[in-house]
Each structure stands twice: as C-alpha cells, then as structure tokens.
DNA sequence: ACCATTGCAACTACATCTGTCACGAAGTAA
DNA sequence: TTACTTCGTGACAGATGTAGTTGCAATGGT
C-alpha cells in the first residue's frame, strides 16, 4: 500500500505557510487552491497537524503558526501526525497463525525484528528532513526561477 | 497505510516449504492451516510469488519448489512480488497543484528526491535479509523449543 | 451586527484487503 | 478411461480507508 497523499499535502501545507507568510493571509482556501483541493481536505490536515502539537490553527482572521522552529519540524512528525498506523507497526502482520504448527508459533519471533529494523531504516531517514529543508529547498527554487 | 499482509503471509510460506519440505506435500491447505486463513489466499499469493519468477507451483501432486537458492531471494523480492506500487512509487502525490502557484509548480522538484531516498533506505533494509536467515533463524527457534 | 474563517458531521464514490464459494484446468494414479 | 487431488481464477461480500463535497454551527476580528 502507498503512504497517502496527505502526507505530501501537509509538506506543501508547511512550504506555502512559510513561502508566503509575510504576503497572504494562509488560509484553507488559499492552501487548496495551491495544493488543487478540497479546503475541507486541507482543514482536516490541518487539524491533525494541530493535534500533534506542531501548529496552531487561527479561527476568524485565518492563519497558520508554527509551535517551534522549522529546524525542529522533522519529516518524520509530520508522517507520525498524519499516518494512523495500528500499534505503530508499518508491516500489518496476519492475525492469528496456527499454534499447533511449530512455524504457526514461531513466526512472530522469527520476523519482528526484521520487520522493525526496516521500518525504523525508512523512519531514521525521514528524521533527515526538517521542514528548514524544505524552505530553503524552494528558495533555491524560486531564485532559479527569477 | 499499512503494507498489507500478504507480504508477511508470503514469509510464512516460504518458512513452511522450507521447514516441511522433506516431511509433508505443502499444499494450499496444508499452508492454510499453520497461517490460519483461507487455501485461496494462499493460491493467490503463490500466484504472485510464480509471476515474479521465485517459485514454481505444481499442480496435481501440489507443493512449490523454489527458482533460486534461499540465499538469493531477499524480503525485498518478496515485497515486490507481494505489493503492486503504482509507478513504484512508495508515497503517493497530490495529483495535480497548482502550476500557477509559486509552490505548487516546484513542490514534485522539491520533494521528489527527499522521498525517494526514504524509499530506498527502506527497501536497502529489505535487501540485507533473504530466505536463508528465515531457514537458520527458524532453525535456532526449533532447537530452543526441544 | 456582519463577515471571514475554522470545526465538524454526514454523505458519496471509489479502491483495496481479506475472506468465501464455485467450478474449470491440470496432473497423478488406479 | 476414471477417479482423485490440487491449482487457477472469476465473482462476490463485508470491512476499512481515501478523497472529495455539502451544509451549518462556532469562533473571532472589524
């Protein structure tokens, strides 16, 4: 199964709010009109954006804030805010193995720690990314633009 | 999303073959009954596994044999037999941002590569383990447990 | 009071996952 | 040939998740 696209919706949500902060009120409507969706889409984001502590939410005026610096922002809290994995567990394991059948109750020792190990190889690679990254990635961009 | 099942039912599989391959005829049924669910869903995923090239299935007498040596068939053949990536891509994109928005005609350029060397550290991670360490591992386990 | 905006429930449409049934095709053995 | 076992596959059901949409109450600034 793909990661859903809410996950590269949110890292457009956090380089719109800082790439035009200082120019647009960074609203809903503004966020889906960029990212080419539903605001509703983007409120239900942004609301688990909020519940994982990493923004605040303006009601009224509109508006986006960060609670801490871009450089503390990692890829990784973005996906842990977005993606609801069951236990934690990337690999869905099938349910109830044999245990009468020496495979059937072994199975589980036998690959957990395997499966954990890449789980955490592709989790330890998105704590590389910060959304500082991410502004400075399309400041270069937009230079190269001009 | 959670990568499904299948991959690791495949796992299981190809424990049991390896395990009772001198003992029982491992048949669909037989492999249904230690993973606990339907012979189909076996027959299913072994399709997969003889599509990618890495068994063969035999019908009649029933039982698989496999293409390659154990050591030679890594969890990352299994995974990409198992699991149908569209366009391999492990996370999915927003389809269409915006190309009149600053961001949304630079955000594929400014994340693209970020999220291809997340993709490829888990699936690097996949390659270090093949069937031969499910045969020892398994080994180890059934010594312990006599 | 008015307005813009967010929060949220309800709904649709669609896809995927797991499981199940039915039956034809393939292969073995009497 | 006939009988038997097993695989291959299409069709289907139920549960869950995704993406999108509508409507409306709640919030907060002017």
Redesign the interface.
């Known amino acids: 199964?793909?990661?859903?696209?809410r996950?590269?919706?949110a890292?457009?949500i956090f380089?719109?709010v800082d790439?035009?902060k200082d120019e647009h009120k960074v609203t809903s409507d503004f966020l889906a009109?960029?990212?080419?969706?539903n605001p509703v889409i983007i409120r239900k984001i942004l609301t688990q954006l909020k519940n994982a502590g990493l923004i605040n939410v303006i009601r009224g005026t509109g508006g986006i804030e960060l609670t801490r610096d871009l450089k503390d922002i990692t890829?990784y809290d973005v996906y842990q805010a977005i993606?609801p994995?069951?236990d934690g567990?990337?690999?869905?394991?099938?349910?109830?193995?044999?245990p009468e059948?020496?495979?059937?109750r072994?199975?589980h020792?036998?690959?957990d720690d395997?499966?954990k190990?890449?789980?955490e190889?592709?989790e330890?690679?998105?704590k590389k990314?910060t959304l500082n990254?991410?502004r400075s990635?399309?400041q270069e961009?937009?230079a190269n633009?001009a």
């Open positions: 199964m793909q990661i859903s696209s996950f590269t919706v890292l457009h380089t719109c790439t035009f009109a960029s990212i080419n969706t890829f993606e994995l069951e567990d990337l690999f869905r394991f099938h349910e109830s193995p044999n059948c020496p495979v059937g072994n199975i020792s036998l690959l395997k499966l190990s890449i789980q190889a592709m330890s690679e998105m990314y990254d991410l990635g399309m961009l937009l633009e």
